[in-house]
């Protein structure tokens, strides 16, 4: 019997009338705690039966999978407003799946993904979509971790060209790599997510923005073993409000300018965030000989925590096997506000930053930083063609 189509088994409740929520969503993303306290929502005491907390009129769209181990959800009707990701799915026990258990799960054959092996739960050009519910999606990604996953990459939750999207209250995990891709999206707000994976698994972003103009993150709570959320190329009007984050490789934007080619992020404000733990807190990252740049940045309002490098711009990034060559093309990054961040760093150099020699870092600003190392010993700031201003008490300083 094919196991995937057991283990895929979904059962997706589709809302066909559409719960007056706009307003709720405002407050819950005004509101710093979270959402466990908030909501009343503890997914420890999930999984229970869907049918039991799902009291709307609802219809069953898709039961079981496609042959390619893939759950795809194309061009919906522009009636259907929401999908609850709330406890779909059944067990690949080899029965009926009359029993519904409150997580979906990922096949752990990899041979499953044969036909499509770079995603999972595909949310491909659908319009005005809500995604929410509380289940959990679980990506069972030990096997991969394992494989050379650099070669077959398999994102967890994948939206592709949607547009007016919120995604709100799920709980993603163990992804075989990416946890939760928006690709080519615009207006996307994405509330209430919780990630978690093991620190040392590899490349398993908790949310990955590419593309993608005019997003919201907030009150997300991110644990990986790759970066909490990572920002890449076309990216615009991006906002990460209320983030935890650890542990993992912090907050990215980037890498961008990879082999050669020239990338554009533009307009992105992180606010409200604590790291814990983690390699990295707010960093650049770029590849010598790109081009483009990586503008209009602000960071404000964080706090780290045992981070080791918090503050980093690293435009010579090299992630492979081979060294990378020094190359005189760099994308250019430009206007990037530090504001009041604060904490400690796990390393000697709290502030770091690597520019490139052709196209130095212009118009930085550092305001309102205090970071020490974790005894509490001062801190170190490596500054290399960095053109930058210090506001109010900055520590450490670039000397
Ligand atoms: C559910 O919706 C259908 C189609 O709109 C309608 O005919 C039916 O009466 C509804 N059922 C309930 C219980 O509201
Ligand atoms: C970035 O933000 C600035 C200021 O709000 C705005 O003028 C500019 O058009 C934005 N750029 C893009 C590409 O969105
Ligand atoms: C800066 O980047 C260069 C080139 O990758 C690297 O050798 C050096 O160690 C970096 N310096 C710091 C302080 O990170
Ligand atoms: C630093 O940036 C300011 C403002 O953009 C500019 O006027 C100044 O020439 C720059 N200095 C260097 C050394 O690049």
Request: aromatic share 8%; hydrophobic share 35%.
């Amino acid at each position: 019997m094919a196991m995937h189509n057991d283990i895929f088994a979904l059962i997706i409740i589709i809302i066909l009338s559409l719960i007056s929520r706009s307003s709720s969503i405002d407050e819950e993303q005004l509101d710093h705690n979270y959402w466990q306290e908030e909501t009343g929502y503890d997914f420890q005491a999930y999984p229970s039966n869907i049918r039991s907390h799902f009291d709307y009129n609802s219809t069953l769209l898709e039961r079981g999978a496609y042959d390619d181990g893939l759950s795809r959800f194309s061009r919906l009707q522009s009636s259907i407003k929401t999908i609850s990701v709330d406890s779909f799915g059944a067990r690949g026990d080899g029965s009926d799946d009359s029993e519904i258990y409150g997580t979906v799960e990922a096949s752990d054959d990899r041979s499953d993904y044969s036909k499509d092996g770079s995603h999972w739960i595909l949310f491909d050009s659908v319009e005005s979509l809500i995604v929410e519910g509380g289940g959990i999606i679980n990506g069972n990604g030990n096997i991969w971790w394992k494989n050379s996953c650099k070669i077959n990459k398999a994102l967890a939750v994948t939206f592709y060209k949607c547009q007016d999207l919120i995604v709100q209250n799920i709980k993603v995990q163990d992804a075989q790599q990416i946890h939760i891709s928006f690709e080519g999206c615009a207006n996307v707000q994405a509330s209430y997510l919780v990630v978690t994976a093991p620190e040392n698994s590899p490349n398993t972003d908790g949310i990955h923005v590419t593309n993608t103009q005019n997003i919201q993150i907030s009150s997300c709570t991110i644990g990986t073993g790759d970066d909490c959320i990572s920002i890449v190329s076309g990216s615009q009007k991006v906002q990460a409000t209320d983030i935890i984050c650890g542990p993992g490789h912090g907050i990215s934007i980037g890498s961008l300018g990879a082999r050669n080619s020239e990338e554009y992020v533009v307009n992105v404000t992180v606010n409200n965030a604590k790291l814990s733990g983690t390699t990295n807190g707010v960093r650049i990252k770029t590849w010598q000989g790109g081009s483009g740049s990586a503008s209009n940045i602000k960071f404000q309002n964080i706090q780290m925590q045992d981070v080791k490098n918090p503050i980093i711009v690293d435009q010579n990034y090299c992630d492979q096997a081979t060294p990378c060559n020094e190359q005189n093309s760099a994308v250019q990054v430009r206007n990037v506000v530090y504001q009041n961040i604060k904490g400690t760093s796990a390393s000697d150099f709290a502030i770091n930053f690597n520019c490139s020699k052709s196209f130095p870092c212009q118009g930085i600003v550092l305001r309102d930083v205090d970071l020490v190392e974790d005894g509490g010993q001062p801190a170190k700031a490596f500054c290399n063609n960095v053109n930058l201003s210090n506001i109010g008490y900055v520590s450490p300083h670039c000397s």
